[in-house]
DNA sequence: ATGCCTTCGCCTCGAAGA
């Protein structure tokens, strides 16, 4: 069972290459991120054509969230409990579902922009709200795989230059401790459990030779509850979709979990 | 090493990303 989650950075944009990686690697599930595409223009049926069922949540020009599927898709959710009623003006950032007896949830974190912003309080009450939904809708007794951009780099490993970063958003200590206040659900990051490595990046800037140089932060995880962090096997991160041509400024990472 | 890139939209430049 292999769940992945990649920000492709425009699902049109990418959409050979998230079809070569199904070929490649075949994920039970591929969630997304920054679809950046309305629901009446999501490219369904070239990826129900490679043999998945699919759900998606997208907006113009920003956010958007999608799970892919090799099997059934059960009860999906949009967004948070507490988002407005009727919301036209939701920002499209989580999309929950049960696959294979998983609970799933696909998230793309605010980014905040910089810290000290209106967007910084945003993403930091993000944050809260999501731990609040894990708190309502979810339980860490059962096998619940929270994945996405979290946009925050948890610690100096995370990061390739620490002293430059230091206190610049995604990685200033608030948004450590927000997200770490969201593991304090019950989820582990899952790469640290065979990797605890420095110098592991999922995503780098597009400009300044920054993906040549490898000069990245890792600010997508894979985040498992004790009984999905006990079946999981590996965690790869998909760090040859970097050199590719036209890629996403973030790869793919793709957990591994034993049957049970 | 803070956009020297990229995507999208709407009206081929601006906004946003991290």
């Known amino acids: 069972m292999k769940i992945t989650t990649w920000n492709v950075n425009g699902i049109r944009a990418r959409l050979t290459h998230v079809i070569d990686f199904l070929r490649e690697h075949q994920p039970d599930v591929l969630c997304l991120q920054e679809t950046k595409v309305t629901d009446d223009l999501f490219p369904r049926e070239p990826l129900e054509d490679e043999g998945y069922e699919v759900t998606f949540w997208g907006e113009k020009g920003y956010n958007g969230v999608a799970i892919l599927a090799a099997n059934a898709i059960e009860d999906v959710r949009r967004g948070f409990p507490d988002d407005p009623q009727g919301g036209k003006d939701v920002e499209r950032r989580a999309l929950a579902a049960t696959i294979d007896g998983f609970r799933i949830l696909d998230l793309y974190v605010v980014n905040g922009q910089e810290v000290g912003s209106d967007k910084y309080a945003h993403k930091l009450d993000w944050m ?13 007794q059962d096998d619940v795989v929270v994945v996405g951009d979290f946009n925050v780099a948890l610690d100096d490993r995370d990061v390739h230059d620490p002293a430059w970063w230091r206190g610049k958003i995604l990685c200033s200590q608030p948004e450590r401790d927000a997200m770490r206040n969201v593991m304090a659900f019950g989820l582990e990051d899952s790469l640290r459990r065979f990797r605890p490595e420095a110098g592991i990046y999922t995503w780098w800037h597009y400009s300044g030779g920054a993906v040549q140089k490898d000069a990245g932060l890792r600010i997508d995880y894979v985040l498992s509850s004790p009984s999905a962090a006990a079946r999981c096997t590996d965690v790869i991160v998909h760090d040859d979709e970097r050199l590719k041509n036209g890629p996403s400024d973030h790869v793919p990472v793709t957990a591994v979990y034993r049957e049970r």
């Open 128 to 140: 809260r709200r999501l731990r609040s939904y894990l708190d309502a809708a979810f339980s860490a």
